[in-house]
């Protein structure tokens, strides 16, 4: 099992980047990686569990259906099979308050084939730094 866990310290309370992170459409403004919509709704809440956002990078399609949705506090998602070679893959998001500041935990474990765990672990930590780093370059423009 490949573990990745990110940690960012992001300006902003933990409300409001909660509702900036969980806003999956919200994503394509902000993220740069690419187009993402919601391949379906939530059970109860449009962005919470069951929902599936769709992340459209130049063609190539991740799908990750939201598994867990506490706001302000956790929000946990499953990546659906497709184009990216790693399986069984489970992440979690974690928000905390920091003062006028929230610490943001995101990590994932899943399994890749035996030649890519080193390029696949590598690849999901830099996805998670870069859209952290974006996240809070969001909440900055929005003061």
Known sequence: MIEVEERF?????????WAVYSDHVGWSTWTGL?????ARAGQLELDGVGAI???DNFGLVVREEITGFAPPERL???LLPG???MH???GEVLFEDRGEATSVVWRCHFEAPLGLRTAMQATAAGTFRHVLWRLDQRMRSLR
């Open 53 to 55: 956002r769709a992340i």
């Open 83 to 85: 184009p990216v070679p």
């Open 9 to 17: 310290l992001v300006t902003g309370r933990r409300e409001a980047v």
């Open 76 to 78: 946990t998602y499953r």
């Open 34 to 38: 690419g187009r993402v919509t919601l």
């Open 88 to 90: 069984d893959h489970a």
